[in-house]
């Protein structure tokens, strides 16, 4: 996982949250999360942010993103 200091971390996962409430299906948040350059990686451990460019973890999503 990049190494990012937390408020960088609390930003992100501030970004995708209001982008999934904005967003009306989870194809679309994806969409729109790839505009800022950021995908969501689902694993047996959670959910976590990832960088396009770089196809590394940034931080995790905390409980259910999809609703």
Not at 8 to 33: G, P
Request: charged share 35%; glycine share 6%.
């Amino acid at each position: 996982m990049e190494n990012l200091n937390r408020e960088a971390k609390d930003k992100i996962r501030n970004l995708v949250q209001r982008e999934r409430e904005l967003a009306t299906s989870e194809r679309e948040w994806k969409h729109r999360l790839r505009g800022y350059g950021y995908a969501i990686l689902e694993t047996e451990e959670g959910c976590f942010v990832t960088s396009i460019l770089r196809e590394a973890p940034l931080c995790s999503l905390p409980g259910p993103t999809v609703h």
